[in-house]
Structure formats: C-alpha cells, structure tokens
C-alpha cells in the first residue's frame, strides 16, 4: 500500500503568502485559489481590486488543475487548437491559463488557479505559490 501526500494548513497558508506575495509586488488585484487534489476548495483570496467575476474563475482554474493534473492552460490549447467539442467534458470549467498542479514526488496533491490578470500573470503568481513548499 502507498502512502499518500496531502496538503495541511501550514501548507495552504505557505502558498497563499507566496502567491500573494507576487500578485502585490507587481500590483496586481487578482483572486487565489487553493484546492485539493480532488479539486475541493481548501483557501479563496480575493485581493483589493480583484473583479467579482474573478472570485468565480479562481476555483474552476484551481479545480481544473487538479482533476485533470495538469495546467488548465493544456485545455486552453486544446480549444484554441480546433478541438470545440472539449468544451462538452462534463465537470470542467476553468479552461483558461492560470490552473497549475500541485505535484509532490509525481503525485498531484491539489493545484492554484489564479484570476484577475492576463492569464500567463496568473499561472506567474499559482507557480511563485507553488515555489513556497519547495517541491
């Protein structure tokens, strides 16, 4: 039987500090989302000036990221590529840049998705979050 990784608290807040961190250095008013491997919601940040909507995008970037273990930017390309009929999958949302996986010894144990400015600036600040656990 393996023994499985998850995010606790401390690590939650790590990245949240990190992410955050980054959004202000380059004044940027975004919304962050942390979720778990399954793409459950653990943290939601919305930063002063963040657009509402922005509050929405974040956990779909995030859930994304996770289900699908891979940057939400992979279905962004898939669509812009030709291939609509993505956007039939059922439960996915967030198919924008700005969703990256959280991954610890090859295994995806949650991901940040990132939303309030241009989307390869989300997936900046989701990776600079991600950087903090020293992966």
Partial sequence: MKTKSFL???DVKAIAAAAEAEALKNNWAVTIAISDDAGNLLWLQ???GAAALSSHIAPAKAHTAAMGRRESKVYEDII???RTAFLT???VEGLLEG???IVKDGHVIGAVGVSGVKSNEDAQIAKAGIA???L
């Fill in 80 to 82: 812009n590529g030709g």
């Fill in 8 to 10: 606790e608290l401390a």
């Fill in 99 to 101: 969703g990256v996986p």
């Fill in 89 to 91: 999958a059922p439960l």
């Fill in 132 to 134: 903090a656990l020293g």
């Fill in 46 to 48: 919305r930063l002063d």
